[in-house]
């Protein structure tokens, strides 16, 4: 899995040289304008069964991690010549899973460039984010329903990763203006691997406002 995506970033990598330089040759490699907006995601998490131990050094299973996480977040992108586009964005990602409700968080943002292709009202595009996440993780492992007590059987995982996030999507022009806007994005923890880090594929659906100088 691991080299597929090696080999996906590799090609994507020269792409992004490729065109790169084909704009720098027809237009200039000018500014071309801006845009942003903000997405919901959703999709699929998962991260195995984590292992804790008590103070008595006893080793203690939580539930299986996995399930649809829900998030929201946003993105800006300065446009250079006809496809490529740099910029940054952040999201939160959040799993609530098993019989216990234990919540896994993810907030993360970072710097992105990518390539756009226009075809009339849809733009494809496909690019990278490298940037920096924050886990918070509470393992609830007795099912208390009662408030406002002290929980015994719980267990509470803080983190920090930085990350490299390929991913591909595409918009649809309502307007000149306005773009509804769909993308997939799979994360890769590069630098503090954990047994509860979540990994998994993501969709975002959301819009997009655009400037276009002239």
Not at 185 to 213: M, T, W
């Amino acid at each position: 899995m691991m080299s597929l995506w090696t080999g996906w970033l590799s090609v994507l990598l020269l792409s992004f040289t490729l065109q790169a330089q084909s704009d720098a040759e027809k237009t200039g490699f000018r500014f071309s304008g801006f845009s942003g907006g903000m997405a919901l995601h959703t999709g699929y998490l998962y991260a195995g069964t984590p292992v804790f131990r008590t103070q008595a050094g006893v080793a203690t299973a939580g539930e299986k991690q996995h399930g649809m996480p829900v998030g929201i977040g946003g993105v800006v992108k300065f446009h250079f010549g006809h496809h490529f586009r740099v910029g940054s964005e952040g999201y939160n990602s959040t799993l609530i899973y098993g019989k216990t409700k234990s919540r896994w968080s993810l907030s993360w943002g970072g710097l992105l460039a990518d390539c756009q292709w226009e075809v009339k009202r849809w733009t494809w595009f496909a690019g990278g984010t490298a940037g920096f996440g924050a886990v918070r993780h509470l393992v609830l492992l007795d099912a208390n329903s009662n408030d406002l007590q002290v929980e015994q059987q719980s267990v509470y995982h803080k983190y920090n990763v930085i990350m490299l996030v390929p991913f591909v999507g595409v918009e649809y022009a309502l307007t000149g203006t306005v773009h509804l806007c769909l993308k997939l994005d799979y994360i890769f923890n590069i630098s503090n691997r954990q047994p509860d880090f979540a990994e998994g594929l993501r969709v975002y659906f959301g819009f997009s406002f655009y400037h276009k100088s002239n």
